[in-house]
């Protein structure tokens, strides 16, 4: 690892000498990497008329504009996503001074190896492209540094160690996911198996190597790591050695690891712990919480504050809030090179916002987000009756069925009525059981928990076994496993397709001859 990130301990500053070291890696990072050497971010200056000394800390952050995920489409869209890297020319830095004197004192050689090493991309992780087309975003062996770093913070947030054995059943893709877990278990030491998830093996696949492997942390998407485990469990095989299911890449509801917990105890794993991180591509990193068992309340996810800084604005405003009040996450880098976004406005929601208390389970002083983690696009506007629409919040029906006790696997579909584009929404609820459960009860806990929450219920619930139920949710097909369908775009679609083949049918019909 660079010797920089082995000076800061983590955890263990006050958050006055954080934020005063936070300060001047801001003003360093803008004056000396993000104006000279970033297209983007330069023009961004430029034509706001905002000057580097107008940035002297965190506290003048809101004097740039935001980074929109617009912002990034249209620069993929346009083929100027290189301009948001950090690139300097080679020419201008064999000029500078501090590198003619490290030339002098270590020679030219090194001098190169040094500096490609800081700026010359060797790694690429891109978005999942499920809204959009996919954003790449390259990284730096600096960059590698630094996942390394964030993965031994997972790590130690698990109590694990280089005596652990580590399965990651992420997918085999350009996504953070893999590649930090793959480097958190590198830079420990400890062995680490990537299987490529399902859609390189197959569940079944998995859960062989499961039971032979008998891996000590799981890691993994959450819906997959279910699916694996209650498979697991229906062919009979024994797992006793796990110890943490450390669980990422989409949300992991109280309801659901609680559930995880419970089958890993069937398998004879007793006493799992939960670990769920967070992050998202933009950021080259995720932020862990410390494992505890999942009856526990989370304390939030612990920050890397000396790698980037973390803001929490009023979604509608874009103004700061205190903290301890929530709001949406903004992310600013302060030691990254390769791609880089100031001011990346996330489109997350923190219900409890940030607190740079102590945290009361490990004690780490580091900043924390507090409380559910939710998406702004998780409002979905349904058509529920001819004169009015309800707005739906879909963070809030995933905590429902994961809550819900005897529903294993779900599955949300938004269709239209008749498959009409003029009818109204309809909301159908696909469910794999738990065994032994009744359904009425069960129906009449799901309806019951649906008004609590929403202005919905479902139209139909249906009930499918699990092999049919990991068909539905794209096991082993899907990057991530689709838990919420909205089809309701593709209303009409099948209609018309159908029509126009009748309708070339009878003329090809005609043409023929008597």
């Known amino acids: 690892m660079s010797k920089p990130f082995k000076k800061v301990p983590w955890g263990k500053l006050s958050a006055d000498e954080t934020r005063a070291r936070q300060d001047r890696a801001l003003r360093n990072f803008i004056r000396k990497k993000v104006i000279p050497h970033c297209p983007h971010y330069r023009k961004v200056f430029r034509e706001t008329g905002i000057e580097a000394e107008d940035i002297r800390g965190v506290n003048d952050l809101h004097k740039l504009p935001f980074t929109e995920k617009a912002d990034l489409a249209s620069a993929v869209a346009e083929e100027r996503i290189r301009d948001f890297l950090i690139l300097p020319d080679p ?27 800081e700026y010359r991309p060797i790694l690429l992780t ?63 030491g400890a062995f680490h198996l990537g299987t490529g998830g399902g859609k390189t093996l197959g569940t079944d696949g998995n859960v062989r190597l499961l039971g032979k492997i008998r891996p000590t942390v799981l890691v993994g998407m959450p819906t997959f790591v279910y699916h694996m485990l209650r498979r697991a469990l229906e062919l ?22 609680r559930k995880l917990a419970g089958l890993a105890g069937e398998l004879g794993s007793d006493d799992v712990r939960t670990l769920a991180t967070y992050g998202f591509t933009e950021a080259k990193a995720a932020w862990p919480e410390c494992a505890t068992s999942p009856f526990e309340e989370s304390t939030g996810y612990h920050l890397s504050p000396e790698l980037g800084l973390l803001e929490i604005v009023n979604p509608e405003t874009g103004d700061p809030v205190e903290d301890g009040q ?9 030691d990254a090179r390769g791609t880089i976004v100031m001011r990346y406005r996330t ?20 900043p924390r987000l507090i409380g559910r983690i939710s998406r702004v696009s998780e409002k979905r506007k349904m058509q529920l009756d001819k004169l009015k629409g309800a707005l739906v919040d879909f963070n809030e029906l995933e905590v429902i ?43 009449r806990q799901v309806h019951r928990r649906f008004r609590e929450v929403t202005e919905v219920t479902p139209n139909s619930i249906s009930y499918h076994d699990s092999e049919a139920m990991r068909r539905l949710h794209g096991v082993g097909k899907a990057l991530k496993e689709e838990k919420i369908v909205d089809r309701r775009k593709e209303a009409g679609g099948r209609k018309r397709k159908t029509m126009l083949t009748r309708r070339s049918w009878r003329k090809a019909k005609r043409r023929q001859p008597a």
């Open 326 to 334: 929530p709001g949406e996450v903004v992310y600013t880098p302060l």
């Open 126 to 188: 891109s978005t999942t492209g499920r809204s959009a087309d996919p954003v790449p975003f390259l990284y730096t062996a600096r960059d590698v540094d630094h996942l390394r770093m964030l993965g031994l913070r997972i790590m130690e947030a698990g109590e694990s160690n280089r005596e652990d054995r580590v399965m990651n059943v992420f997918p085999y893709a350009p996504h953070l996911a893999y590649w930090l877990t793959y480097h958190a278990a590198e830079a420990e």
């Open 91 to 117: 020419k201008a830095l064999k000029r500078k001074p501090a590198n003619i004197m490290r030339a002098l004192l270590t020679g030219n050689a090194r001098t190169r190896l040094a500096l490609d090493s």
């Open 236 to 257: 009979g095989v024994k797992v006793d050695s796990l110890k943490v299911i450390a669980l990422g890449g989409e949300k992991a509801p109280d309801g659901l690891r």
């Open 347 to 366: 489109g997350d929601l923190v219900e409890g916002g940030m607190t740079w208390e102590p945290c009361p389970a490990c004690g780490r002083t580091v």
């Open 401 to 443: 069925l994961d809550d819900v006790k005897g529903v294993g696997a779900w599955q949300l579909e938004l269709r239209k009525v008749n498959d009409d584009p003029l009818d109204l929404d309809e909301l159908h609820l696909r469910l794999c059981l738990e065994p032994n459960v009744s359904r009425d009860e069960l129906e």
